[in-house]
Structure formats: C-alpha cells, structure tokens
C-alpha cells in the first residue's frame, strides 16, 4: 500500500484536544480545544481512504494574571498530559466543487495542580484527576482548491460531544472549589461545543502557509445551567519540505470573546458562592458568575519538524506562551475592585504520528489476450 503521507497530515491536523484549567477551577479559563492543535495542519485532503493519528502532548505552565497577586506567587504549577486516538475518512466525494472529508477523535489525559492554587491538603478540593474528555468529530470538512494557484480553503464545522468522564454531584457545596459541586471535577465536560473552522493554506512547491480560523460555542451545562464563553482561535504554520524532512516557524492566538452567562434560578441556586484564596476559602451568597474570568488572551511562538518514514509520518512542534492576559472576575457585591481572574502561561510539546490504515483497491486491468 503506497501512503502520501504528505497529503495526509494535510488532514490529520484538525484533531481533537483535551485540557483546561477550569475543569478544575470553575473561575478560570475553559477551553474545549487545545490553543495550536491546528498547527501543521492545512486545507488540503489526502487522498481517498480510512487514516489514523496518535497525538499525545503535554502543557507545562503556571497560573498568570490578577489572581497570582492573591496567592503571592507566579510559580503554582498547572501541568497536563494529553493523549489523542483519531481517524480521518476521506470517501473521496466530492460537492460544490469540494472534496469531502470528516474526522473522529478520543482525548485521554491528566491534570495536576500545584499548591497554593490547590488549597491546604485538609480540605476536599480537586487538584489532580485524570479521565477521557468529550469525543471530537467534524461530520463535514469540505476543501477547495482554487485552480493551480496553490491557494486551498478548507470550511467544515465539528462538535463536542459530552460524553467525557465527569465528577461532582449537583446538589451540596463542599467546602473547597465551587466546581467540585458542578461537575467540572474532571476531564469531561456536561455540554455541548460547537466548532466552525476556516483553514487558508499555499500549497506549493513543498510550502506550508496556513493560518487555521475556529471558534468554540458552547451550550449550557447539563449540571448546572452555567454557560462558558465563545471562545476564538488562530492556528499559524509557515513550513517548507526538504526530501523527507518539513521544518519552519508555528505560533497560536486564542481568546474569549464573550462573557460567561449565569442567568436562571438553577443556575444561581447551584452557584452560591465562589473559592476564593484572599478570603482562604470558599465565600457563600455571591453568585455563580461572580469570580469568573471573563477575558483572557494567549499568544505563543514555537518550530515544527517533521520526518516522513513513507508508510508514517511523524510531526513534533513546540511553544512557548509569550503573552498571557485574564480580566473580569471580581467579588462583587463583597469586593468589586478586587480581580481573581487568571489563565495559564507555558510551553507545549506536540507529537503526531500520521498513517494510513485503508485504501480503495485499484480497479482489476482486464487480462490481454493474443491470437
């Protein structure tokens, strides 16, 4: 079987993620998808067949912004571990003059907080957990490409589904995090998140200039009626191939763009109060969206290399976040001037490898015959 594995990669970089500090701290930033996981992907569709990725990554970082003020330092750890089990089906229609594709993804993965974020051993908080966070697929990716210019555009649309591992009882408020209460106290998340995407890419000549458009918009949470945030996010990949090998600069934009919403009985009834460190513990009768970062902002830089094996690829990049912003969690009414907000700043390291699992038989040659 003869892969192109090139092609392929094209394909296997709109994958699933699997991390976000608010799984473990309601409070801070949530995100479904990984800021960067678009990165080395482009518009392009491999050729017609089943295609399978490993991608595992980890995320080293420490809490920045407002609250590292509160706690006094800007050294508390947040670190996860991310595994990722993907397929892309490329059937080989076509429509409107664009191929069709569509991809499946399963994260796996941990997290671990560090102390003083995490709060004094004594008392029931959710430092560290591991689980399967919700299932990625994107039913419907359509790429054009625009005569022989190079140019290729990619529009498709995917979703979280809530099915990943998910801990916290609706009812009580224990001491410690809010979120412990709310099922946020692991990898899974109880809504849904919808992902349009729009990836521009220059395919020539063994470039890779693409810049990958997304957004999250999440429904409420099945638990607790708390909606999170849209969130939006830039994907850059500037390559070139060299025979086997693919090297060039990376870099990721994300923000969120609106605020959280916390509007009806069950959901205020559900969040009575928040967690907060000034107060060194949980503070009762604030309100749900109160403590809750609002906006924040993450910029990275990084490189990619890639080695084409032939039958498998294999593709590492690496960032370093170099601008970090959160705003817009007060404690009001109790103090309005004080901001909690947060997000994490760090560096990822990213491994993918891509292969090809089915193809199509090629049609039978009928037999010659010779008088």
């Given at each position: 079987m003869k892969s192109n594995i090139k092609a392929?990669?094209?394909?296997?970089?709109?994958?699933?993620?699997?991390f976000s500090p608010a799984d473990a701290f309601e409070g801070g930033v949530q995100w479904q998808q990984k800021p960067g996981i678009f990165i080395g992907a482009s518009a392009g569709v491999p050729p017609p067949g089943i295609y399978m990725f490993d991608q595992v990554f980890t995320y080293q970082t420490n809490v920045s912004g407002?609250?590292?003020?509160?706690?006094?330092?800007t050294k508390n750890g947040v670190q996860a571990a991310v595994d990722i089990q993907g397929f892309v089906f490329v059937p080989g229609w076509t429509f409107l003059g664009a191929t069709y594709d569509a991809v499946l993804a399963q994260p796996f993965g941990m997290v671990s907080v560090g102390q003083p974020l995490s709060g004094p051993p004594n008392l029931t908080q959710i430092d560290q957990f591991s689980?399967?966070?919700?299932?990625?697929?994107?039913?419907v990716e359509l790429s054009w490409k625009l005569g022989t210019s190079g140019f290729v555009?990619?529009?498709?649309?995917?979703?979280?589904?809530?099915?990943g591992t998910v801990q916290g009882a609706t009812a009580a408020m224990p001491v410690g995090l809010a979120s412990s209460s709310n099922g946020y106290a692991n990898f899974g998340n109880k809504y849904w998140t919808f992902q349009p995407e729009l990836i521009v890419s220059y395919l020539k000549d063994g470039w890779n200039l693409s810049a990958a458009l997304y957004g999250e918009i999440n429904t409420a949470n099945q638990q607790d009626h708390y909606t999170q945030g849209s969130v939006f996010h830039a994907d850059f990949t500037a390559t070139k191939t060299f025979g086997k090998w693919t090297i060039g600069p990376v870099g990721y934009y994300a923000a969120q763009v609106s605020d959280d919403k916390c509007s009806d009985s069950v959901c205020l009834a559900l969040h009575p109060g928040i967690f907060s460190p000034l107060a060194g513990g949980f503070i009762p009768g604030t309100g749900g969206i109160m403590g809750n970062t609002q906006r924040w902002q993450l910029a990275a830089v990084g490189g990619l290399v890639e080695y084409n094996f032939g039958p498998a690829s294999l593709t590492v990049w690496a960032t370093q976040e170099v601008y970090a912003h959160a705003?817009?969690?007060?404690?009001?009414?109790i103090a309005p001037t004080t901001d909690l907000s947060f997000?994490?700043?760090?560096?990822?390291?990213?491994?993918?490898?891509?292969y090809r699992i089915w193809a199509p038989e090629e049609p039978a040659k009928a037999p010659m015959f010779h008088k």
């Open positions: 392929l990669l094209a394909a296997a970089g709109l994958t699933a993620l699997a407002p609250l590292t003020n509160a706690i006094g330092t689980g399967v966070h919700n299932t990625y697929i994107a039913p555009v990619k529009a498709g649309l995917g979703m979280f589904l809530p099915t705003s817009g969690a007060s404690l009001a009414p997000t994490t700043k760090g560096m990822t390291v990213l491994a993918t490898l891509s």
